[in-house]
């Protein structure tokens, strides 16, 4: 049973009176941190939970792993410079080396590497530059669904309309495409018809002179959809949609901020596919939890000037160091085939669930980055059979999981997706006792038996 506490409440009180309004996570995850070990995060007030969003799937190896703090010490003892914009230092050749030796070898072999401002909506913003100026394009391809970060030209990007809504004059020229979303297909078709459908469509767009679109100056793609949902892309698709970018001379940009580093049960998201994209940015698990963020992309587009893209913090030791031993680890621990393993694991529990629950609309995702969609089943089905998104009920799982010990995110279309980014080193156990936690809250959720925090 999770204690309440005043210590908590007079935190988050004061939280909301001095911090910004556009703060998130508090409002739903109404928690003060006091420690963090591995997949544990304790409270002010000794309550403790299993944290299923580490950092947004930016922790790996969870928090404060012994091996990333071991570093990030021996650095700071040694009186290391931790701040360099993009003066290189021995520490960081040994991070570039540790990250082109994780990537597939056809891409590293011809790769050239940016280092940006910590975010990884600042790689996106490098990547759209970057194939702008090798192509002398404007026009930029995105996807329904996508998500790129929140600064100007990667809002553009997003298929999201409400964050957009109340910025005026975003980056024009973005067009957006249908993704291949399997239980909400956009052409209203089922099975393979729907990726099939997708990339004819995307090849007859942009072979089409009449389409209203100008010459693209790149696409970007994420193999797995986070925020939007933990949305996979097929792997013939993202063939499909490599092939084509490739015959159209587009440059293709894959966003592997969220799947990088083993999260889906490969190095790299796109290697499922094996595909080779001419841009990935990069940023969440290769900083080792700290902020660090690339742009890794093939040598024939590197025609910008110098001084081209930059940022004051690009050279950030400490996540490069933090980086170099979590790359180290997800190898040397082979941490993608363990991902593989718990997130089939944890799919089982969740797929029990959806056999008890109707509301539990589907159960999707790569690795441990998996989303269970929650719907309403009193309402009209779609021509699919699918029943209506519901975020208010998905809203009410996550508060009903929180209450037992564990921390997930929602999101996708609709807020209707209870998403799952834990550690990739989480344990079976772990794992198991995640699967009893979200069977309980379904049901709490579902006979309302459970109270929102707004």
């Known amino acids: 049973m999770i204690n309440g506490g005043s210590s908590a409440e007079r935190l988050l009180a004061q939280q909301a009176r001095r911090e910004s309004n556009a703060r998130t996570y508090p409002r739903s995850l109404p928690l003060a941190i006091e420690r963090a070990e591995g ?11 299993i944290d299923c ?7 790996a190896l969870g928090h404060n ?3 990333v703090v071991e570093r990030i010490e021996d650095l700071l003892e040694r009186d290391r410079a931790v701040h ?3 003066l290189t230092t021995p520490v960081k050749e040994r991070f570039v080396d540790r990250l082109l030796e994780s990537l597939p070898d056809e891409f590293a072999e011809n790769a050239t590497v940016q280092f940006c401002s910590p975010a990884g909506t600042d790689a996106v913003e490098a990547a759209l530059k970057l194939v702008k100026t090798a192509t002398g394009n404007r026009s930029m391809l995105a996807f329904q669904g996508g998500y790129h970060g929140m600064t100007h030209g990667a809002l553009g990007l997003m298929g999201d309309t409400e964050p957009k809504e109340p910025i005026p004059g975003l980056m024009s020229d973005v067009h957006h495409l249908p993704y291949p979303y399997a239980y909400r297909c956009p052409f209203g078709l089922g099975g393979e018809d729907c990726w099939r459908t997708s990339a004819a469509y995307v090849e007859r767009t942009l072979s089409n002179p009449e389409s209203g679109i100008v010459d693209p100056a790149g696409m970007i793609v994420e193999p797995v959809q986070g925020e939007g949902g933990s949305v996979p892309a097929p792997d013939e698709w993202l063939r499909e949609i490599r092939r084509i970018t490739r015959e159209q001379d587009v440059p293709l940009i894959v966003d592997e901020i969220q799947t990088g580093l083993g999260r889906t049960g490969e190095l790299y998201a796109i290697e499922h596919a094996d595909v080779v994209p001419d841009v990935m940015t990069l940023s969440k698990a290769v900083g080792g939890g700290l902020p660090l963020s690339v742009v890794v992309y093939d040598d024939s587009l590197d025609l910008w000037e110098p001084g081209a893209h930059a940022g004051t913090f690009r050279g950030n030791q400490l996540g490069m160091a933090a980086g170099i031993e979590t790359i180290d680890y997800v190898l040397e621990h082979d941490l993608d085939d363990h991902a593989a393993a718990m997130g089939e694991r944890l799919r089982g529990h969740l797929e ?6 109707e509301a539990v609309g589907d159960v999707r995702g790569r690795g441990l980055m998996l989303g269970v969609e929650l719907v309403d089943p009193d309402g009209e089905p779609d021509s699919l059979g699918r029943y209506p998104a519901d975020g208010d009920l998905a809203s009410a799982v996550q508060s009903a999981a929180f209450d037992r010990g564990l921390i997930v995110e929602t999101g996708g279309r609709r807020g209707s997706v209870v998403r799952f980014l834990p550690p990739l080193t989480i344990s079976a156990t772990r794992i198991d006792e995640i699967g009893e936690i979200v069977h309980e809250s379904v049901r709490a959720a579902v006979t309302d038996e459970v109270e929102v925090p707004t």
């Open 39 to 49: 997949a544990i995060l304790e409270g002010v007030d000794g309550n403790e939970y």
């Open 53 to 59: 969003l580490a950092g947004a799937g930016t922790l």
């Open 65 to 67: 792993h012994p091996a």
């Open 84 to 86: 360099t914009l993009d």
């Open 352 to 357: 029990e669930t959806a056999a008890t629950f």
